[in-house]
């Protein structure tokens, strides 16, 4: 089991009325990196695959995959959505959202729509960033059907619209920078 275990959370979430809590997340990712140094991390901080910031699917105006480690930090997520293209430090965003309102399954919920589905497409994995689509199981432990279809239509418009390859016939002649100067 634990060889197909590819990425692994650590967001330090909590309800809005818990106690105040303080997490050993250098400890936990320096445990997961010595038991498990191929694995990748997703967090605020100190991660090998950075959190975008929300929940909502949707990357900063600009995402780049460069960033500055020393600037994260766990809980200041502002950052997290903008990143910096002069860093060295590569840590590619991740949004993270549900098909449905909620990360669970519940009976009384549906999918959310396939235009906000796609829009949300084009402002994570548009915008650079990877797009990780939960998909909850149901009460019997299974993606319920209404999901599956969602999906399948989701493929289906994503593959309608870039079926076309927009640039086959263009041509792009760049200048050398030392053209450039004179």
């Known amino acids: 089991m634990s060889e197909s275990v590819r990425e692994i959370w650590f967001d330090g979430n909590k309800g809005p009325n818990a106690p105040n809590m303080s997490y050993y997340f250098s400890d936990w990712f320096s ?3 010595e038991l498990r140094s191929s694995i990748s991390i997703f967090s605020d901080a100190d991660s090998y695959v950075r959190w ?8 900063g105006s600009t995402s780049w995959s460069t960033i500055n480690r020393s600037s ?29 309102n909620g990360w669970f399954w519940h009976k009384s919920e549906s999918p959310k729509k396939l235009s906000k589905l ?10 650079n960033c990877v797009l ?15 999901d599956v279809k ?14 076309s390859n927009l640039v086959e016939r263009c041509f ?10 004179t």
Request: aromatic share 6%; charged share 25%.
């Open 150 to 163: 969602r999906l399948k239509d989701l493929r289906g418009v994503i593959d309608t619209i870039f079926s």
């Open 72 to 100: 994260l930090s766990i809980g200041r997520p502002s950052y997290l959505n903008t990143s910096d293209p002069q860093r060295t430090h590569w840590l590619p965003p991740e949004c993270d959202v549900s098909i449905r």
């Open 31 to 33: 445990m997961v990196r």
């Open 172 to 181: 792009i002649k760049g200048v050398a920078k030392e053209e450039a100067k």
């Open 52 to 59: 975008v910031g929300d929940e909502q699917g949707f990357a």
């Open 118 to 127: 796609l829009e949300i497409y084009y402002n994570s994995a548009g915008k």
């Open 132 to 146: 990780l689509l939960n998909v909850p199981h149901n009460s019997t432990g299974i993606i319920s059907e209404v």
